[in-house]
């Protein structure tokens, strides 16, 4: 990627407005940063709930139709009581028509901002969307601290059985159950235990295993971010690589191409380029002034306010997180950390002074919840296998979950039919701009977003996605790849 390249050049899309999507993805980055660094992540007086949910109704005005749905806290054993979960729709069930439960990612992200803007499209569908706050989230916090914060109270099956409680008390006979990200672990527990309850399992950036699981992905992680920051000019990596040596800098711009991944796929990364090369270019001698220009330019575009306002809604809920990980999903493993770091222009995997990699969760989390010898992934996905329609969406860059899991569990979880698109130089949850570019009904883009209505509604009447369907998406530089079984 030669150096005078400019945004726009090589993703038609973006010439589109759609570079407004992307222009949040290092703010709310130094927002993150910022709060982990000032200890701010989990430091606010605990609140069940329906407090919290109260507090955030502003963030809630399209859950026109919502509830709180009394579950049990260990479904083995029912003397433990009852906890409640809270779900919500955008308009009355209807049992006439399809059904589908959204499952959030994280773990530990809240059902209030996450795929709210694929809703306004799918609506038009006329199906029933139902969300929900997975049991410790947000809405349903349960009414204790203590209970919060129990590593019992936590399981992706009781998530699955959470959901299926809800579909039950709305009169659903059968559902799509859809996850995206880690959303896509209850996802597939549930058309596991309650095939004869699903319609089609719909998942979105793949989770096949945990942390232990991925670490097999990090090689392929540094390959791809190292081309990435080969790309940039040889004065502004020597540069980049002088300020990557202050203490706590190393990770930086590790993390920053792969969050620029994650959100955008290689879109994102055309807009953090642009961004380095307008602000360490060497017109400005001093490093530390060119880094603060960098971190300004960045912060000029104001900051959507669900992520801003509300620690809630900042991305994810650091006990669920925390305890999800370290159980379930190989957080424990001291050989399995994924952090990179930046040394003398090469991306490489930072190491304890033992040799091992460098993984947070085992140092300084696990140990909070007593989860420091959980061991590998409990959950791998090929345990859980269905008859059901299995449909797959998957970025080809995705930083979060990596096109490995997706191949793992496409070849091991369906038994039956299967269909798996994959989006090319894509991030995470690519659907999202698929489904919004061509919101309206002007755009030059509209025939990517029906074309996307169109899968969607083919995965909620459960029929086979076919290479004709799939041929509307390739539009305006869009690229696809398409395969069946």
Request: hydrophobic share 35%; with cysteine; net charge positive.
């Amino acid at each position: 990627m030669e150096a005078s390249r400019r945004l726009g050049t090589k993703h038609p899309l973006l010439k589109n407005g759609e570079a407004k999507k992307v222009r949040t993805i290092l703010g709310i980055l130094t927002i993150f940063l910022t709060a982990l660094a000032r200890g701010e992540m989990g430091s606010l007086p605990y609140e069940d709930g329906k407090a919290l949910c109260n507090r955030i109704s502003q963030n809630r005005t399209s859950e026109v139709y919502n509830g709180f749905l009394p579950v049990p806290v260990d479904y083995k054993d029912p003397s433990q009581g009852m906890t409640e979960i809270y779900y919500s729709l955008s308009r009355k069930f209807d049992p006439t028509l399809p059904t589908v439960i959204f499952f959030s990612g994280g773990p530990g992200g809240a059902s209030h901002w996450q795929g709210w803007k694929n809703w306004q499209q799918v609506n038009s569908l006329n199906i029933n969307v139902v969300q929900f706050d997975q049991r410790g989230i947000a809405c349903s916090r349960p009414t204790t601290e203590i209970m919060y914060k129990n590593p019992q109270f936590y399981s992706s099956e009781n998530t699955a059985r959470d959901a299926n409680e809800i579909r039950k008390s709305l009169g659903a006979n059968k559902i799509t159950a859809y996850g995206t990200s880690y959303g896509t672990v209850p996802a597939t527990i549930y058309a596991n235990l309650f095939e004869s309850s699903t319609q089609s399992l719909f998942l979105e950036g793949v989770e096949y295993s945990g942390m232990d699981f991925e670490y097999l992905s990090t090689q392929g992680r540094i390959r791809l971010i190292q081309k990435y920051f080969d790309s940039l000019p040889i004065d502004i990596r020597n540069r980049l690589s002088r300020i990557s040596k202050r203490k706590g800098m190393d990770s930086f711009l590790p993390v920053l191409i792969r969050m620029a991944l994650i959100g955008e796929g290689e879109q994102g990364w055309e807009l953090v380029r642009s961004r380095l090369l307008l602000s360490m270019n060497m017109n400005q001698p001093n490093d530390d002034l060119a880094f603060t220009d960098f971190i300004i330019s960045s912060n000029r575009t104001p900051l959507p306010q669900s992520v801003d306002s509300d620690p809630v809604h900042l991305g994810t809920d650091d006990v669920v997180n925390g305890i999800l990980f370290c159980k379930e999903l190989g957080g424990s493993v001291k050989d399995s950390g994924q952090t990179l770091v930046l040394k003398d222009n090469k991306i490489e995997l930072s190491r304890n002074e033992d040799g091992t990699p460098t993984n947070s969760y085992v140092s300084t989390i696990c140990p909070r919840f007593g989860l420091s010898n959980s061991g590998p992934s409990t959950f791998v996905a090929s345990q859980y296998p269905t008859n059901v329609p299995v449909y797959y969406i998957q970025g080809t860059v995705d930083m979060a979950t990596p096109p490995r899991g997706t191949m793992y569990h496409y070849k091991s979880v369906p038994k039956g039919s299967a269909y798996m698109l994959l989006f090319i130089n894509a991030g995470h949850v690519p659907s999202q701009f698929a489904l919004t570019a061509g919101s309206d009904e002007h755009s030059p883009l509209r025939p990517l977003t029906l074309a996307t209505l169109n899968l969607f509604k083919k995965v909620f009447e459960a029929k086979p996605w076919t290479q004709l369907d799939v041929a509307g998406l390739n539009t305006s530089g869009l690229k696809t790849s398409f395969t069946s079984k």
